[in-house]
């Protein structure tokens, strides 16, 4: 029996040198450990400098880290030999019990103030992948959005104390992105004075609201606010879902789990009916809509304007948190790409050992392009938090005025930064190979989370915010004078006919890419703008028709202006550094910043690179010219590739965490124990398996 094994190539698992120590090399070349100490010795600077500049300051940093570290701490993570409890037991309700195990660590550590938790990181986000984290994300600011100041005064410190669980009720079975076609009602009794909540039909069931199933205590419940039968649309109620007692769900609510997703499954996401569920008035959330005893309706006039400047701080949460997750994905791809080694392809004497894949180009080039796009949307995202800032103020100043460029931007940020990061994440994935596939890489959870964010999705569909963009865009056209960020369009317009005049290494620099990026936008945005106006002259369409007709031209142009904002943000970034700052640390921003740029244009992989290239302005010699300097930056960039990650597993110790964490998987240890049996599978259906095909084909048992 063993020499047929032997035979056939197979071993047992002690005869595989399952003890390998790390330090332990094969074919004469360094362990991984080596390998990763030999490339952080080789950066240019002190990466947690760099870690400064990115964290914004170093207080933020310290807070950042120290807060990470008390979680850790309190979970039981500071082991990284040990299996984390998140990769262990798979099932729904495991999965919903770590999240709540999480949560609990993260919401009574204190920090959620700080933001640490809800804006840089999935694992222990106070965001939407936790089911406590949904009273941060959405409960409290949208309760600060429409609630009266003594309603806020009410429930709000409730809230922040944890003392009420919160979440946030808009989306049906029949209604996400159309949020006027909700049909839950909330229909006014003057008798009793209360409001009655129904979700008169299937379609009208909540159905996807983070941690309503079985976490949330209270929710807002968006509903459809009917009075004497008369509709007033879409309005905010605080709704309580359980009894805090027992917590069982109060009489005619019906709440569950809406099962497993592609992600975010620690979150809880859930269903909730409604039969008749009686609220006082008092509930409304009334801040810019309110109902009399006598059942009078009352709204301010700028109700809309007001609640979209609120509710685009998600959209701002989002920008920075996937920015931050495609930097997660490829700090791991990078630290990856270190140790691993595959082929003897590129050996070189003496040794002839196989080589790590970083020296593979294509991995040097896709890690580096997108390293740098990470780079870029942290430095969007830190210019939008400058501008999303001031407007409460000005709003509640009654100054509206920056309100559609703050919007535009914000729709437009999300869209490309959760599209740059789904496809990001996704390339840093492929490039760990089938180690990547492995859920305990982490990588499938980040590429699967960032998607939510892209495509389904919650805070928009990407194309509906790129149509966002596009409508401002071919507002502010229209208008007699162009808004301040398009006053760029009418100088670039007026000279379509020029070439650029910059060779080799002139394309680095970040004004002659500003140049290229504004030229794009003008040519696509004017000739998307030109189609629009003709499809309504020429065959008598709507605007809206007649944008729905050109919409792959528009979100062209909608992209080529948010890209433009993008290294215009990044310039002001690398201007407003403070004084103090290492040249190398500079050097290599500056880099990243030409890098972005250089590539969006010119890289052979870059989907948009076609916009760039339509009107002559840029030749084929000088895009081969592009490329080259590519080239010369990611040799200059590789030796700091590690410092540039400066997040996150440091020690390179890959094979031997991944296997210690593969023994300990539930299915492994106790298989291990009998004999390297899986013993349900192996009682329930190998052995009827084997035992059934034996005797159909033989006639009897063996
Ligand atoms: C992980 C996750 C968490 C969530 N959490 C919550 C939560 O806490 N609370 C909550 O209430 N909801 C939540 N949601 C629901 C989320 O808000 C909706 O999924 C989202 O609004 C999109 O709606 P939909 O799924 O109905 O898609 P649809 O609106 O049906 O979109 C389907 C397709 O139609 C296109 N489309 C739709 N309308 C237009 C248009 N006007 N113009 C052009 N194209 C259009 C879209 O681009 C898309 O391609 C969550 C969803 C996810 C995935």
Not at 145 to 174: D, F, H, N, R
Not at 540 to 553: D, F, I, M, V, Y
Not at 684 to 696: D, K
Request: hydrophobic fraction near 40%; glycine fraction near 8%; charged fraction near 20%.
């Amino acid at each position: 029996m063993v020499s047929q094994q032997r035979h056939l190539g197979l071993q047992r698992p002690e005869e595989q040198g399952s003890t390998q120590s790390a330090k332990e090399t094969q074919n004469g070349s360094l362990s991984q450990i080596e390998r990763m100490t030999q490339a952080r010795n080789g950066a240019s600077f002190d990466p947690s400098k760099l870690a400064v500049i990115i964290y914004g300051s170093k207080e933020e940093l310290k807070t950042t880290l120290a807060a990470f570290a008390r979680v850790e701490n309190t979970l039981g993570h500071t082991d990284t030999f040990k299996l984390p409890v998140a990769y262990g037991d798979q099932t729904r309700q495991a999965t919903l019990l770590e999240g709540l195990r999480c949560g609990k660590a993260t919401f009574q550590d204190g920090e959620p103030d700080t933001n640490v938790f809800s804006e840089r990181t999935h694992l222990f986000s106070l965001g939407n992948s936790n089911p406590l984290g949904l009273t941060n994300f959405l409960f409290t600011p949208y309760l600060k959005l429409v609630g009266t100041e003594e309603q806020v005064k009410y429930w709000l410190p409730l809230a922040e104390e944890g003392k009420i669980i919160g979440s946030y009720t808009q989306t049906e079975l029949g209604h996400g992105t159309f949020v006027a076609g909700i049909e839950t009602t909330a229909t006014f009794d003057k008798e009793t004075d209360e409001f009655v909540v129904n979700t008169p039909r299937e379609s009208a069931t909540k159905y996807w609201p983070g941690a309503i199933g079985f976490t949330a205590t209270h929710t807002i419940l968006l509903a459809r606010m009917i009075i004497d039968g008369q509709d007033h649309g879409i309005h905010p109620f605080m709704m309580q879902l359980k009894n805090l007692k027992d917590f069982k769900s109060l009489e005619g609510i019906e709440l569950g789990d809406i099962g497993m997703k592609m992600s975010y499954n620690a979150a809880g996401n859930g269903y909730a009916v409604f039969k008749s569920v009686r609220i006082p008035r008092s509930n409304l959330l009334m801040k810019h809509a309110s109902v009399s005893r006598d059942g009078k309706y009352t709204s301010i006039p700028l109700r809309q304007k007001l609640l979209y400047g609120g509710m685009m701080n998600g959209r701002r949460v989002m920008i920075g948190h996937v920015a931050f997750q495609l930097a997660q994905a490829l700090t791991i791809a990078t630290r990856y790409s270190i140790v691993r080694t595959q082929g003897l392809k590129l050996a070189k004497p003496p040794n002839f050992a196989e080589t790590t894949i970083i020296n593979y180009a294509h991995q040097q080039h896709r890690l580096l392009t997108l390293i740098a796009k990470s780079y870029v949307a942290i430095f969007a995202w830190t210019s939008i938090n400058i501008t999303y800032s001031a407007l409460p103020a000005l709003q509640a100043a009654g100054n509206h005025t920056t309100l559609a460029y703050t919007h535009m931007l914000l729709c437009g940020l999300k869209a490309w930064a959760t599209q740059t990061a789904a496809d990001g994440a996704e390339e840093a994935r492929k490039m760990c190979g089938g180690h990547g596939y492995m859920l305990i890489s982490g990588l499938p959870e980040i590429v699967n989370s960032v998607l939510a964010t892209r495509n389904l999705t919650f805070e928009g569909e990407n194309y509906v915010r790129w149509g966002q963009v596009s409508h401002y865009l071919m507002k502010g056209l229209d208008a007699e004078t162009l808004p301040a960020d398009l006053v760029y369009l009418e100088t670039y317009y007026a000279d379509m006919t020029s070439s650029c005049k910059s060779v080799g290494i002139d394309f680095r620099d970040s004004h002659v890419l500003l140049d290229v990026f504004r030229r794009r936008a003008a040519k696509c945005i004017v000739e998307a703008h030109d189609l629009v106006c003709a499809a309504e002259k020429g065959n008598g369409l709507s605007r809206e028709q007649a944008q729905n007709k050109h919409a792959p031209s528009l979100i062209v142009g909608a992209r080529a202006h948010i890209e433009v904002y993008i290294l215009e943000a990044s310039i002001k970034q690398l201007a407003s550094l403070p004084v103090d700052t290492d040249m190398s640390i500079k050097a290599v921003l500056t880099r990243l910043v030409s890098l972005f740029g250089l590539s969006t244009i010119s890289s052979p992989f870059s989907p948009f690179a076609a916009s760039f290239l339509s009107d002559g302005y840029l030749s084929a010699a000088q895009i081969l010219e592009m490329r080259d300097q590519i080239e010369q930056l990611i040799q200059e960039l590789l030796p700091d590739i590690l410092a540039i990650c400066a997040l996150g597993c440091k020690d390179g110790d890959v094979y031997r965490r991944i296997m210690g964490w593969t023994r300990q998987l539930p299915i492994n240890v106790p298989a291990k124990n009998n004999g390297g049996v899986f013993k349900a599978g192996w009682e329930q259906y190998i052995a009827p398996f084997l035992r059934e095909n034996r005797e159909r084909r033989f006639g009897s048992r063996l």
